[in-house]
Structures are given as structure tokens and as C-alpha cells.
């Protein structure tokens, strides 16, 4: 946004937007708080031209209300009770200063440096050497901290300029060049609603990748609900794309609508399942997650829980909350969404941890269902009782159609976790839904049947720390020749194995009261339980 700063007596005493002939006390309130913005100078009396912007990375953290940085910048300069918090964000760069003499334009940016006024980057180039320039600045945009849509080029000598002259409406010694191809068309494959840490939901189009202004596109903003709605988009719509301002890619237009299914929004917020909220912010109605905080919280530890689970190197707690705040990442499914041009954008990513953290994701493009169900977050499934569901259904179909009665048949089951696994599956259709979509869910693989083994009929249970082997370990033994693992001491348990190094467990306690009251089941050492276990390899082999 232009604006003109004017130092009285050296110090900044009144700033207005050009153009618009907005000047006044907020605007001026509002610019000495920019950061980095000299309130004195060492010059008496000075006009200085330039812009006000925000850098992107700064946009990037509170940009889910705002269509670009330009509106933002705009409509935080021109607030009347200004948002001190929000004023950080913003940047000044000057382009021109006025009530000095120059020989040279290069003299004048100097000596903005000098009175340690922030610049617009210029370089000095030869006549020839300016197609070469422009190009350069062309490819380089998308590293830049700002969004431009062109450079200006102007002579050097200030005696060119009074030569050349101006025309009614602009100078001849300045020439804007504006970029080249920054709309394109592709076809709409999905729409995903981003939740932002501050619980505002925004529709983002997954189109099929394109190439603007030489980035290759896969994902453009949809701005709000009010666009959303607005565009009335279908799988498979025909749309224009355009790079508003040269970084930020926007669905300008349907072309072509389609006859796919029309996309809706979600009633409910897609990240912690809560209510959502319509809400009016200025010209436009938004999608917000009724419980912001609790959502943000929720949120994290699934995205993390699923990553760890699946083994997902790279994706810790600090790249995963940069990708929420890029928008990249709102729930499970989005990890499968991720495309090389998402990473790209992300700060500070460099291009091989790109494609380690891409290659990641396409490892668990098949997941075998144990993983799944653990990766799923259901309460109190984790590794073993995910694994018992596994072993028992086979399948995810089979174990979404189980009721509470078929999970309470399996030892080990209590009636707290049946109805926590098939309520939470329920509560998670849509994200399990979701993740098929993206994800293949292998069957757990075929046993042998439990009585087959030289150990059918036999169970086993675990107290204190073994010698020789890690629990798992033991409990793999025992299954792998047929036993039975439970997670308890019950009646119907066979033996109870004590590590060697124990303290007195509720398990020991209670098993040594089954005893006394004459149920089957013994107490063994470590030792005997090695033994029990060579025995039964022998009788098996
Ligand atoms: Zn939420």
C-alpha cells in the first residue's frame, strides 16, 4: 500500500496513503508502530514514497481471514484502534525521497540507507542487461518475502529523468513491467477445509497440478465459506487459477462446472469433530470451529499420535505445527494429501527433507490394520489391544460391523473398552473414510488357528521384568506355538510367569487367591517358563 511519510524537524509527524487521500492521525499512529520505521531522522525536512506491506512469512500467521496481504495490510493500516500486535506485522520499504537534489537515483537510495530508512531492493544495470534483470526477478518472486507483480525499472540519471520528462498521467523514466502468466486452467479433484489455530475453517481446492508463472500449482485458496459457496465447485470442475499478486494461488472462476458431485461444507469442524460456527467477518461469512483451543490441542496430539505410530520420520511437533499454520495439514488424511509444491512453500524445509518427509508418506501408502487401528487414536486401543482386534476381525470392514456383544466374546476385552472401540469407530467413520481414500488397510494376515499349536488351550500372563527376553518378546513366543496371551489373571488363566526381578503385583495377589480357592492355574518362575516353552517347540517340531 503507498504511502508518503513526512519528517518535520527530523522527526515523523505525519504519514498518508496516496491516492486514496487518506490521511490523519490513526493512519499515522498506526505507521509509527511498524517495526523498523525511523521516528527521527538526521534531516531536517523530507517527504519520503514508498510501501506498506506485510511480509509473507508474517501473513502466513494470520492469514486464514484475509484473502491476500494486500487486504490485510489495508485493512490493518487504516483501523482506527490499531491492532498493535497485528502492526508488528507490517513492514515499510521506500522507493522514493523527495526535497533533495541527486545526480543519480543510486545517490538517492544511498542516502535513504543512510538515514536509516528501509529500501524496495534495487540493482543498477546496464541498458543491456535489463531484459536479463527482469527475468531474473521473475524467477527469483517466489523467494522473495513479498508478493510482487512486477519491478519498475528508471533511469539512473536524474538528468535523463528531467530530459524525458513526464506524460499527463506518469513519468517517462520510469516503467512498470508487469509478470507474465499468472492464470491458468485445471481441474477442481478435491476440496479440503483447513483449520487454522485460531479455529477458522478455510476451503482449499486440490487442483491437478499446473504450472503458473513457473511454480507448479496443486492447491488453491478459496478464501471463505461466501466464496465457497459462491463458486458452487463439483469434482472435476473446470477452473481459472491465478497467482493473485505473483505467490498465493486463487480460484478466480468456474469455466466449466461439471456434473460431479458438488463439494459442501462440513457440519462439523473436520479437525476435533465439534460444532462448527458461521461467522461474519467484514463483507464475508466464515466457518469456524466452535472450541478453537480445545481443536488446536486435539488436533496436535492426533497428528502426532498418527505420525508416531506409523513410524513417519521428520514430522515432529515443530513441522507439524508449521504445516497447520500453512494450512497443509488439518487432519490424519491430509498427510496423504501433501505434494512436493506444499513442502516447497513451507520456510525453512529444505528440498531433500521435502522429499524424505514425501517419502515417508508413500511408505504407509499400505497400512497393515494393527497399525491402523493403533494409529487411529481410539481410546485405550493401543499396540496390544490393537492387536488382539486385528487377530479377532481380520478385517477393518469386519471390525467396523462388530457390536459391543463381538468384542465382549474376546478374553481380555472388558466392556469399557468394546464400547470405546465401537463408539469410537463410529465417531471416526468420516476420518476413517477419509484415510481409505488415500490408504490401503492390509488384513491382518491368517495364523494358525490357537489349537493347532502345541500350546492350544494353554494361556499365559506376565508379572515383573524377565531375564532373558522383553515381554513382547515372551508373549510372541507363547502365540507363536499356539498359546493364549491375555492382558489379566482370570479363573480361566493356565499360568501366572514372575520375572526375576518383581514386586509384589495385583496379579501375583490375585492369581495366589485363585490358587487358595482351587482354580487350576500355577504360579512358574522364569526359569520354568523357558522350560515349558522348549517343550513345547520340541512337541511341535
Ligand atoms: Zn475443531
Redesign the pocket.
Known sequence: MAMALHYVGGRLVLAGTRGSGTVGEDVTRNVLAIPGLPHRIDADRLEVRGEVYMPLSNFRKVQDEFANPRNLTAGTLKQKEGDRERLKLLAFAAWELVDEDFETDAERFARLDALGIPTVETRIVPRQGLEAAISEWSERRDELDMEIDGIVVRANRIAEHLRLGNTEHHPRWAVAFKFQGESGQTHVEDVLWS?SRN?TITPVALVSPITLSGATISRASLANLSRFEELGLRRGSLVEVTRRGGVIPYVERVLDEGDGPRFEPPDH??????P?ERRRIREAEFLV????E??TV??MRDLEHFARVLDMKGFGPKTLERMMDAGLISTPEDFFRLRRADLAALERLGEKSAENLLSEVERNREIPLAKFLEALGLPHVGPKYARILAERFGTLEALRKARPEDLLAIEGISEIIANAVVEGLAERSERIDGLLRHVRVLPHRERKRSSDGPLAGKSFVFTGTLSRMTREEAQAAVRELGGETPSGVSRKLSYLVVGAEHRPSSKLRKAQALVEQGAPLQIVDEDTFYRLLDEARRAGS
Open positions: 483449520v479455529g469442524c473436520p479437525s476435533c469433530g465439534g462448527v470451529c466452535a472450541n478453537p480445545s481443536c486435539a488436533r
